[in-house]
């Protein structure tokens, strides 16, 4: 597929994006939080994959080196938000008393197994509360369903850095859940 790729073989692109699509959208719905943003972040991984196959050395896996595009494309995308329109952007998410007005979109997550949808959105709005490296380790982990070997190859990290972000999202995780219940 790689040698497809890198020879513009659109049989071998559609076959990656088969391949790929879901992990590549629930990966980044995990860190953007938003569908739509989700998709755009897939659409423009697919695109860097594709120009830069070449660039490819295999010293990875092919699906942590596409993991890591979708992590860097997603962070890029919330960076790039905060930046343009930091005032704008929290008025028009929050309403009065800082509630959130927009809800987590359906979606069917193959990470999630909760029974009810506003668990699932509650978790997902706490996920979004937890400091960047925790949220991607704990995405990736625990939504994705990789292990810590694979997410600290992801991350570019050693496999007790992802244990301690793990554990400390862990704990942040209960503190936010517990406030949001007192």
Do not use: C
């Not at 929290?90 to 008393?97: K, T, W």
């Not at 359906?106 to 997902?124: M, Y």
């Amino acid at each position: 597929m790689i040698e497809g790729l890198r020879k513009g073989d659109e049989a071998a692109f559609r076959y990656l994006v088969d391949t790929y699509q879901d992990r590549v959208y629930n990966t980044a719905m995990g860190i953007v939080q938003s569908a739509e943003d989700a998709e755009d972040v897939a659409q423009e991984v697919f695109i860097q994959v594709f120009r830069s196959i070449g660039a490819f050395k295999a010293e990875s896996k092919l699906s942590t080196w596409i993991y890591r595009i979708t992590t860097t494309r997603s962070l890029d995308l919330l960076r790039s938000r905060k930046s343009k329109k930091r005032f704008g952007f929290i008025q028009r998410l929050l309403g009065e008393n800082n509630e959130p007005v927009q809800e987590i979109p359906d979606f069917n997550h193959p990470g999630i197994q909760l029974d009810r949808k506003e668990n699932a959105a509650r978790l997902f709005k706490v996920i979004g509360k937890l400091p960047e490296n925790q949220k991607i380790a704990f995405t990736l982990h625990k939504l994705e369903d990789l292990s810590y070997q694979e997410v600290s190859d992801v991350m570019g990290t050693t496999v007790a850095a992802v244990e301690s972000l793990m554990h400390r999202a862990k704990q942040n995780l209960r503190k936010l859940l517990e406030n949001e219940n007192d």
